[in-house]
């Protein structure tokens, strides 16, 4: 079992550029969530779907974040433009049923 | 709102000590979930608790859930240094089906030889 793969691991770009970052969940799995992690704010949830379909996207910080999931395999997390203030770990969850969240290797993102 | 709270934040103990974190939260939820991260790594599940009352264990770690009082455990018997790392105790926000997760703001433990 491949696990859930995030790409790319580490992006740099400089502050107004546009970023996405991927994701591939686990097969089978039903539901993706998109977590960002900061040593200021710690692990805070920002989107998730359930059937490729978003449920709650309260978490999103602005209008700048955007995600979407095309079908059950992949999903994107996009920041246009990006800020300073965006540059953490930005990890990538999937699950089945209530059987726990399976996280990815996270993308480490860094605004210049 | 959903609030998390564990302590203790940060955790120094001896190898072959026991030690109790707890992981209190503020709204009525039956599923709660522990993970534990390496520094610089991803997050690993270690328990998922579905019940009040659910106790699991994976060798030196035991995590319990009482719903009524709001509160989860996770305990250390035996503490070996490999266990080191940083613990999270998280909560599904809403109740049925798959819902994101509320984390606490982690325990950083370190335990010395």
């Known amino acids: 079992d491949a696990g859930v793969i995030q790409s790319p691991r580490h992006e740099v770009t400089e502050m107004g550029q546009e970023v996405t970052l991927r994701c591939k969940p686990i097969?089978?799995?039903?539901?993706l969530f998109w977590y960002r992690q900061t040593m200021m704010r710690g692990l805070e949830l920002l989107i998730y779907?359930?059937?490729?379909?978003?449920?709650?996207d309260s978490g999103m910080p602005e209008d700048r974040f955007s995600a979407k999931m095309p079908n059950a395999s992949f999903s994107t997390l996009k920041i246009q433009p990006s800020e300073p203030r965006d540059s953490a770990v930005y990890f990538c969850?999937?699950?089945?049923?209530?059987?726990?969240?399976?996280f990815g290797p996270g993308t480490r993102l860094t605004v210049l | 709102e959903l609030k998390v709270e564990q302590n203790p934040l940060f955790l120094s103990m001896q190898e072959g000590k026991n030690y109790t974190i707890y992981c209190n939260y503020s709204?009525?939820?039956?599923?709660l979930y522990w993970y534990r991260q390496d520094p610089g790594k991803s997050l690993e599940s270690l328990f998922v608790?579905?019940?009040?009352?659910a106790v699991k264990q994976e060798g030196r770690l035991m995590a319990s859930l009482d719903t009524k009082a709001r509160l989860s455990t996770l305990h250390i018997t035996a503490a070996v240094h490999d266990l080191s790392a940083t613990y999270f105790c998280?909560?599904?926000?809403?109740?049925?089906?798959?819902?994101?997760?509320?984390f606490g703001k982690g325990t950083h433990l370190i335990i010395q030889p």
């Open positions: 709204t009525t939820s039956d599923r």
């Open positions: 998280a909560v599904a926000t809403s109740g049925g089906g798959a819902d994101g997760l509320t």
């Open positions: 608790l579905l019940s009040n009352g």
């Open positions: 969850a999937s699950s089945w049923a209530q059987l726990g969240q399976f």
């Open positions: 097969s089978g799995h039903n539901s």
């Open positions: 779907f359930n059937n490729n379909v978003p449920i709650d």
